[in-house]
């Protein structure tokens, strides 16, 4: 069953009938313009555009011939903002009903009366990524950003089609922008990074194509898969993701069905995707248990690229830009992470196992202080209190505290045994032999460094340590410096 939109798209409309009488007003236009007839170069190319809608140059040429008409005023007819009212209209209504291609001829309507015009440039964008049509998204987005160069959705928009259209530099100098204007913009941040990662992926995955004919199979592939029409309806029952979003479509203000297609998505690895819902989501529901779904949808795919940043790096282990963008990701998980952390933990002040969660990121970023008062509460937990008196143990270390630490592994050695937490066990152990050795009890030293031995003889420099006692009992034993620890 074909939609709405089939005659719109570049499989349906774009045959060869069409290109023919396409091809014929082309010529038209162009001859019209040796002659700066611009109505009729406008009213030609246009037409170019409704048979062939996924064809740039046409695009470009109907924007050069509007262009022209107005002497590149740069704001279009007279009253040109009271006569575009009904069209955006027509826009708005087009968009609430995604009917993308009404949306698309709307908005072109209106670049008649001003090509300039920011936001229909922006929906003409936004209705040509709908469609798949990739360049044109790029060129309208574009032109938006040329006439409000700080508007933060027309950057986001421009960022996020450049990345599709694999261009990811320019992408990214987006997305810098937009960093650049809201500093407190976590998500560009890590835009920034993200389409650094991805570029090394798709560099390396074409490095890694065995012949000539794997990388062109690979491009029919993604041509053929670019054409399958995305509206296309599929049989009620036979795919959960075709009824859910069809589901969308009939009660598009009801969470639920953009929350289960989220789900979905993300147990299915499509994490992008994934997002998109989670956000759709939350902009009709404000929901904030929404938002951190979307949030940790973000948290996942840093993760993700980390790991392949990793792995990229391991097959290219000389080359320095693989390493510096693993160390970049890397840092830049770790800032989201703390704070994203941070805004549900003061939304979920009762939540311990999530301060445990926070104080181990920011011991990660050197941030001792905030960590420590983080895992005092988070040992209320029974269920953590063992790992979090370690942990708030070796932040006094940090902060040279050490009979604060000592009080903390002594509590914390009696929660874990070998059996089911011997790491841990062992490493408490040293911990308090190391500090006993410092403090010149020899005896409990001696105790500590007996038990981390009998559970593993082989840990650290316990053995020696040990021996050192045992042969100069009551001597100074030497201490390194505790912090490195």
């Not at 202080?369 to 209320?380: D, H, I």
Request: aromatic share 8%.
């Amino acid at each position: 069953m074909a939609s709405d939109d089939e005659d719109f798209s570049s499989s349906s409309g774009a045959n060869d009938n069409k290109r023919r009488i396409a091809g014929m007003c082309w010529k038209k236009g162009t001859d019209a313009m040796s002659k700066e007839n611009w109505d009729y170069c406008i009213e030609m190319f246009g037409q170019c555009c409704t048979l062939v809608p996924d064809n740039l140059v046409y695009r470009q040429m109907l924007r050069k011939s509007e262009y022209m008409k107005y002497k590149n005023n740069k704001t279009g007819a007279a009253m040109a903002s009271m006569r575009l009212m009904g069209t955006r209209g027509k826009v708005k209504k087009a968009k609430a009903a995604k009917n993308w291609t009404d949306m698309a001829v709307a908005v072109e309507e209106g670049l008649t009366v001003n090509p300039w015009d920011a936001q229909l440039n922006a929906d003409l964008g936004e209705a040509a990524r709908n469609l798949g049509f990739d360049d044109i998204a790029v060129f309208g987005f574009e032109m938006a950003v040329q006439s409000e160069p700080k508007n933060l959705e027309y950057l986001k928009g421009f960022a996020e089609v450049l990345a599709t259209k694999g261009d990811y530099d320019r992408s990214r100098a987006q997305w810098k922008k937009i960093y650049e204007l809201d500093p407190m913009d976590g998500h560009a941040r890590s835009m920034m990074t993200f389409t650094d990662t991805q570029k090394l992926i798709d560099r390396s995955k074409m490095d890694e194509a065995k012949t000539t004919r794997e990388v062109q199979q690979g491009y029919e592939e993604s041509v053929r898969g670019s054409k399958t029409n995305p509206n296309e309806v599929e049989t009620p029952g036979v795919s959960l993701e075709a009824d859910l979003k069809r589901m969308q479509r009939k009660d598009p203000a009801n969470k639920d069905n953009y929350q289960k297609l989220g789900d979905l998505y993300r147990k299915e690895g499509r994490l992008e995707e994934a997002l998109e819902q989670f956000t759709k989501a939350f902009e009709v529901s404000n929901d904030v248990v929404i938002r951190e779904q979307a949030e940790d949808t973000r948290l996942d795919m840093l993760r993700r690229n980390l790991s392949l940043a990793k792995e990229v790096a391991t097959k290219k282990p000389d080359d320095e830009k693989t390493r510096e963008n693993v160390i970049a990701l890397t840092k830049e998980l770790l800032a989201q992470e703390i704070e994203i952390f941070s805004r549900w933990s003061e939304r979920r002040p009762q939540d311990l196992r999530l301060k445990f969660e926070l104080a181990q990121r920011f011991m990660r970023d050197g941030k001792f202080s905030p960590a420590t008062q983080l895992l005092q509460q988070a040992a209320g937990d029974v269920r953590i209190e063992g790992p979090a008196l370690l942990m708030l143990g070796k932040c006094f270390l940090k902060m040279k505290q050490n009979s604060l630490a000592l009080r903390q592994f002594e509590k914390a050695v009696e929660r874990f045994n070998i059996a089911e937490a011997k790491d841990q066990y062992v490493e408490c152990h040293y911990l308090l032999a190391r500090l006993y050795e410092e403090g010149k009890d020899l005896d409990k030293a001696e105790s500590h460094y007996t038990e981390v031995l009998a559970a593993d003889f082989g840990y650290k420099d316990a053995s020696a340590r040990l021996e050192k006692i045992q042969r100069e009992r009551g001597g100074a034993g030497g201490m390194a410096d505790l912090g490195d620890i």
